[in-house]
Nanobody
Framework: QVQLVESGGGLVQSGGSLSLSCAAS????????MGWYRQAPGKQRELVAL???????NYGDFVKGRFTISRDYVKKTATLQMNSLKPEDTAVYYC???????????WGQGTQVTVSS
């Protein structure tokens, strides 16, 4: 059974930075990609960033160069560095991963990010 555990959320002032980490445990499965989604109150879950096994990245349009995703394929960890945070970045951030075979997706419990104005 795969578990994704997020850490690093919290409260930060507008313009500040946070780093979110996600670690997979509990299985020898490898992932084709790992990434982050977020969901703000009353809104749909949206893509923040994804990174593939070959380190190709994809970011949500709202990121505009402010966030950087990285990963360690062997250690099965993913990190999201968020800079120039805005109040509208306030949301619960969820780590996700897709098994290499493409048959299963996994989600973390979520970590709250709050940006004050």
């Amino acid at each position: 059974q795969v578990q994704l555990v997020e850490s690093g959320g919290g409260l930060v002032q507008s313009g500040g930075s946070l780093s979110l980490s996600c670690a997979a445990s509990g299985s020898r499965v490898l992932f084709s990609f790992m990434g982050w989604y977020r969901q703000a109150p009353g809104k749909q879950r949206e893509l923040v960033a994804l990174i593939t096994k070959s380190d190709a990245t994809n970011y949500g349009d709202f990121v505009k160069g402010r966030f950087t995703i990285s990963r360690d394929y062997v250690k099965k960890t993913a990190t999201l560095q968020m800079n120039s945070l805005k109040p509208e970045d306030t949301a619960v951030y969820y780590c996700c991963a897709r098994e290499l075979t493409g048959t299963s997706d996994f989600w973390g419990q979520g970590t709250q990010v709050t940006v004050s104005s």
